[in-house]
């Protein structure tokens, strides 16, 4: 059961309403339930209620204080903005006052939506999280039909059917993380909606084959997940373990974490795995570090850093995993982030004169390598969110924070290079061809943008680096403009990317940011 995490050892709980949500919500639904806190909401219909808000996997939820009935707020498919105002609430007084953090929540809705009682839009009220198009992973929907329903809604966005409307929401604690667990929970939507409009995604995600169709098969419980979930963890740990059998178990563990959001929280649960799989990940990589790259090594590098940005996602609210990261004082977790970052370049088998058979095996061993970098900057994105998190946390003890990433990297003999790389591929992939970006494309175009912001935001050196090295390439070959080819307007995460290309375009070129919600009046 997620919650509202105020420190890394201690989580804010409220088993009133836990069991209302429990007994109100079906399993599945119940499972993917991030986080909730207590806030004071205004919208369009609702002014100045305290109410609980409940975040989902697929949007924001609100039940009264105490619960009674659960109704839907905003879903994350319309969600335009999200951001922190600078204010004072007049109508909170004293304490209260001077602690509130106010959060804007910016969305599109139906014109005609909204006039009567905000629970209208999410009646099977205590049954929510009707079947979304975006998420078909959890409800079963074709991919065909989810696209069919997000090209209407652009055909009503066209026609000046929808406008933007505001919810506002007044947390009342500076040890408050709804805002956090809101982004988190909202990059994690984008993301997980545009890849599931991918066909290999979506069969990655798919259960196996079974004579029943998928909505009619009763989903595994708890006590079964977590039987299985032990055997593969004890047939991963065991000793003298050969390679292509750690291989297979790590697809089997990574299968089932695709499919099974319980095996992740597991994971983290699990006091031995996250060190094993590091720890393999530093040997394996100093073996190639050591002498060229081959097949094998890149293969199993690659694999064990999907599995690990497997099991950061959407498991923010997930108390054991800030324990296991931070232990022995984060030792493991620098272990991992100086292991995966690689130079671009090959390091060559033979001589230059290579037989024919070898420059066929050399570019094999290119490609491959490409794809380690793509996986890499997942990872490094997973980490990101989580240290920006950490870094809004007023508890001392948090030390993961961004800036410990990068005073950990600084030094690092590949940073410069790994950081040279995705400045190009972001370059590439805006300029190559006119050709439109598939779905995991454009969702690692937002993980590196992400990334390369904050290495612009939060380290000087590689600041002055990027900003010598690709002002040009940005100011002449990079713009918003190209992404409108790019990107096609149906993708969830399309927005997204325009608005972190254009904070990079800012930051490359020294010019001022553009007005945003934060910079907002009250």
Request: proline fraction near 6%.
């Amino acid at each position: 059961m997620a919650r509202t995490i105020t420190d890394g050892s201690r989580c804010r709980r409220n088993s009133k309403l836990e069991t209302f949500l429990k007994r109100n919500t079906e399993r599945d639904v119940y499972e993917r339930i991030r986080a909730y806190e207590p806030c004071v909401v205004v919208s369009r219909t609702i002014s100045k209620v305290f109410m609980h808000v409940v975040l989902s996997d697929d949007g924001i939820y609100l039940t009264e204080y105490p619960p009674r009935t659960l109704q839907l707020g905003v879903q994350f498919r319309d969600i335009v903005d999200i951001a922190l105002i600078n204010d004072l609430p007049d109508f909170l007084s004293g304490r209260a006052r001077e602690q509130s953090l106010h959060i804007c929540v910016v969305y599109t809705s139906a014109k005609d939506a909204g006039k009567g009682d905000l629970r209208n839009r999410g009646s099977a009220v205590c049954k929510p999280h009707p079947a979304s198009s975006s998420a078909p992973e959890h409800m079963g929907r074709s991919a065909p039909v989810a696209v069919a329903r997000v090209m209407k809604r652009m055909v009503r966005e066209r026609s000046g059917e929808e406008q933007e409307a505001e919810l506002h929401l007044y947390a009342v604690s500076l040890s408050s993380q709804i805002y956090l667990h809101l982004q988190s929970s909202w990059s994690s939507y984008i993301m997980r909606s545009t890849l599931m409009l991918d066909p290999l995604y979506m069969r990655k995600c798919n259960m196996p084959s079974s004579p029943l169709p998928r909505k009619q098969r009763p989903a595994a419980s708890w006590e079964q997940t977590s039987q299985l979930f032990c055997q593969l963890s004890g047939e991963l740990l065991q000793e003298h373990l050969g390679v292509e059998s750690l291989y297979l178990l790590l697809q089997e563990l990574c299968t089932a974490a695709h499919r099974d959001a319980a095996i992740r929280k597991l994971f983290w649960r699990s006091a031995e795995l996250y060190p094993f799989l590091v720890h393999t990940l530093v040997d394996t990589s100093a073996i190639s570090q050591d002498r060229p790259h081959t097949t094998d090594t890149l293969l199993l590098c690659t694999l064990l850093v999907q599995t690990l940005t497997l099991m950061f996602r959407e498991t923010a609210s997930e108390p054991a995993r800030q324990s296991v990261l931070t232990s022995k004082q984060g030792s493991v977790t620098a272990s991992m982030l100086q292991a995966v970052l690689t130079d671009s370049e090959l390091a060559l088998p033979v001589a230059p004169r290579l037989h024919h058979d070898l420059i066929i095996s050399y570019t094999e061993l290119q490609a491959l390598q490409a794809e380690y970098l793509d996986v890499v900057s997942g990872l490094l994105f997973e980490v990101l969110v989580l240290c920006q998190e950490a870094s809004h946390t007023p508890d001392p003890g948090h030390f993961l924070t961004v800036g410990w990433i990068f005073t950990m990297l600084q030094s690092h003999p590949s940073l410069v290079g790994f950081v040279d790389y995705q400045a190009q591929q972001v370059v590439l992939v805006l300029t190559h061809s006119r050709c439109p970006l598939s779905p995991p494309q454009a969702v690692l175009l937002y993980q590196r943008c992400t990334v390369l912001l904050a290495c612009l935001q939060n380290n000087a050196t590689l600041s002055t680096y990027i900003t010598t090295h690709y002002k040009e390439e940005f100011k002449y070959y990079v713009g918003v403009s190209e992404l409108k080819d790019k990107l096609p307007p149906h993708y969830p995460i399309s927005k997204r990317v325009q608005h972190l290309l254009t904070a990079l375009l800012h930051r490359v070129l020294h010019e001022p940011p553009a007005l945003t919600v934060r910079e907002r009046g009250p």
